[in-house]
């Protein structure tokens, strides 16, 4: 039952040997938020393309093979599933559009005497037909995939890797003082506007700290389930949900009970928010990685900017 510990997932892991440690903690933001806005308005291409960078970023990162072993194939099952669910369900039909010239002015040309018979060119709009499909002596129409179908599950997936991998690794490399520092770095020209970094910075590293007391909670719950082998099945649809209504409730008592605990402690021993700037970060790198990883973004930049589309 301890497979969420097993999963280090959204939480920082001490350590040396890996470049992306000690790499500044404002370009990994930077890096983290283009993993996330550029698959905007992309094509397929693209967004294949950005899974294929965090895989090859993931590998070479120098993290240890325990870390990422067990979560990336996870991620990687699920991304899968969501885009076959997606590219296999019906994607919604278009009205077709009304026709501005009658059909009988369509004329093909005759074909030439040994030549190749006339057809209509283009890209054709289905990939894949299998079927019609029976399931039990229920008859189930033809399994069709479109392109846009196949389009919709590529995106889905994609979007979903790189949104939870990308925030992953910045997470697992980035300690919460140093993702506070550089967020309250990239907000400092809000500051003349009354706008209170300090306490958004300090509120930030108080959620980043109750990101594992979250995880145990969610464990505790699922052990006392399978401690008392429940069985789903035999409740029924309706008990069920009542069941899982009952633990999102409790989970979310027990998480503000932990937070009320934390708060009153913190009270207790007289403590107080500090500000970003006094937050200690770790070493940074050589400045040739610096910028050879800045360098790295502008040009991800660019190709966004040219190659986009495809």
């Known amino acids: 039952m301890d497979w969420l510990r097993q999963l280090p997932i959204g939480q920082y892991v001490d350590g040396t040997g ?13 890096w983290t938020l283009a993993f996330l806005l ?53 994607a ?18 005759p074909a030439q005497p040994g ?9 054709p709009w289905e990939l894949l037909r299998w079927g019609p499909l029976q399931l ?6 033809p399994l069709v995939i479109t392109r846009r179908s196949a389009e919709l599950g590529i995106n889905g997936a994609t979007l979903l890797f790189t949104l939870i991998q990308s925030a992953n690794l910045l997470l697992l490399t980035t300690p919460p003082e140093a993702l506070v520092w550089a967020l ?11 706008v209170p970094v300090d306490r958004l910075g300090f509120t930030l590293l108080l959620a980043l700290r109750f990101l594992p007391l979250v995880q145990e909670e969610f464990q505790n719950l699922l052990r006392s389930i399978a401690t008392r082998s429940v069985n789903l099945r035999r409740l029924g649809w309706q008990a069920s949900l009542g069941l899982v209504l009952a633990l999102g409730e409790r989970l979310l008592a027990n998480v503000l009970l932990r937070a009320e605990q934390g708060a009153e402690s913190l009270l207790a021993r007289g403590g107080h928010w500090i500000t970003p700037a ?14 050879l990883v800045g360098v790295g973004l502008v040009v991800m930049l660019g190709l966004r900017w040219k190659y986009g589309a495809f």
């Open 92 to 109: 919604g039909g278009v009205a077709p559009a009304q026709l501005q010239r009658p059909p009988a002015e369509l004329r093909l040309a």
């Open 115 to 123: 030549g190749e018979p006339v057809s209509r060119s283009g890209t």
């Open 18 to 30: 890996s470049w992306l440690r000690s790499l500044d903690p404002r370009l990994k933001l930077a």
């Open 184 to 194: 309250a770095w990239c907000m400092a020209p809000l500051r003349p506007l009354g």
């Open 38 to 90: 550029t698959p905007i308005l992309a094509g397929p291409g693209w967004r294949l393309a950005l899974v294929g960078l965090l895989l090859l970023v993931t590998a070479l990162s120098g993290l240890p093979w325990r870390l990422w072993r067990q979560s990336l194939p996870v991620l990687l099952a699920l991304a899968l599933l969501v885009g076959v669910l997606s590219a296999l369900l019906p």
């Open 278 to 291: 006094q937050l200690q970060r770790n070493g940074v790198s050589s400045k040739g990685l610096q910028l």
């Open 136 to 141: 039990g002596p229920v008859p189930l129409g």
